[in-house]
T-cell receptor, first 110, second 115 residues
Framework: GNSVTQMEGPVTLSEEAFLTINCTYT??????LFWYVQYPGEGLQLLLK?????DKGSNKGFEATYRKETTSFHLEKGSVQVSDSAVYFC?????????FGAGTTVTVRA | GAVVSQHPSRVICKSGTSVKIECRSL??????MFWYRQFPKQSLMLMAT?????????EQGVEKDKFLINHASLTLSTLTVTSAHPEDSSFYIC???????????FGPGTRLTVL
C-alpha cells in the first residue's frame, strides 16, 4: 500500500535559519508527491508538488526534489521567516487519492 | 486559489444525536469531494470520496451507515455523523476538486466534540 513518513516535530527555529523536513514514501506505481502547509486556523494549502522523478517543486522559497532512488521528497528552505510557522504535511497521490504524513509543526522565532 | 468552506467550524453535541457538516466549493464546481478525519497529532485519514449525483465510496473500516455522505450538487457535500458517540470526536476536513484527478482544495475543518 501507500504510506508517507515524515520527520516528527515540533521543530523550533530562529528567523533566517535553514529548514529541512524529511519525507520518505512507499507506493506502488509512480505517485505524484506534494507538500501541504496548514497555517493556524486555516485549511491545508498546496505548497509545492512534483509529478515525476527528479522533478523539483518550488514555491515561496521552499523546494523539494522527487528522489525515486531514495523514495524521498525532503522539504527545504534556506532562510525561514516567522510567517513560515505552520504545520507541514508531506503527501503522495496514487490515482486520485492522497495519503498524508503525520505533519510537522514548525515554529520560527524572531 | 479556489475556496472551500465548511460549516460549522466547531460543534458540540450530546451522545446519540446526529450532526451534519457542510462542505461548499465557493468559486468552482466540484465534481469530486473528499472527507478526511484527523486525530490529534496524526495525519489526515481519507474516509470517503463523493461524486456529484452518485453514492460515496468509503475507505476500508469506515462505516457508511455511521457517516452518511451526500453530494447533491456541484458545490455542496454534506457529512452526517449519525448517533454520535464520544469516540467520534475528531477534526473533520473536506476537500473539493473540479475533477477526480485534479488538485484538491481543502476546507478549514470542523471540530466535533461529542459529550
Amino acid at each position: 500500500g501507500n504510506s508517507v513518513t515524515q520527520m516528527e516535530g515540533p521543530v523550533t527555529l530562529s528567523e533566517e535559519a535553514f529548514l529541512t523536513i524529511n519525507c520518505t514514501y512507499t507506493a506502488t506505481g509512480y505517485p505524484s508527491l506534494f507538500w501541504y502547509v496548514q497555517y493556524p486556523g486555516e485549511g491545508l494549502q498546496l505548497l509545492l508538488k512534483a509529478t515525476k522523478a527528479d522533478d523539483k517543486g518550488s514555491n515561496k522559497g521552499f523546494e523539494a526534489t522527487y528522489r525515486k532512488e531514495t523514495t524521498s521528497f525532503h522539504l527545504e528552505k534556506g532562510s525561514v521567516q516567522v510567517s513560515d510557522s505552520a504545520v507541514y504535511f508531506c503527501a503522495l497521490a496514487n490515482d486520485y487519492k492522497l495519503s498524508f504524513g503525520a505533519g510537522t509543526t514548525v515554529t520560527v522565532r524572531a | 486559489g479556489a475556496v472551500v468552506s465548511q460549516h460549522p467550524s466547531r460543534v458540540i453535541c450530546k451522545s446519540g444525536t446526529s450532526v451534519k457538516i457542510e462542505c461548499r466549493s465557493l468559486d468552482f464546481q466540484a465534481t469530486t469531494m473528499f472527507w478526511y478525519r484527523q486525530f490529534p497529532k496524526q495525519s489526515l485519514m481519507l474516509m470517503a470520496t463523493s461524486n456529484e449525483g452518485s453514492k460515496a465510496t468509503y475507505e476500508q473500516g469506515v462505516e457508511k451507515d455511521k457517516f452518511l455522505i451526500n453530494h447533491a450538487s456541484l458545490t455542496l457535500s454534506t457529512l452526517t455523523v449519525t448517533s454520535a458517540h464520544p469516540e467520534d470526536s475528531s477534526f473533520y476536513i473536506c476537500s473539493a476538486a473540479p475533477d477526480r484527478g485534479n488538485e484538491q482544495f481543502f476546507g478549514p475543518g470542523t471540530r466535533l466534540t461529542v459529550l
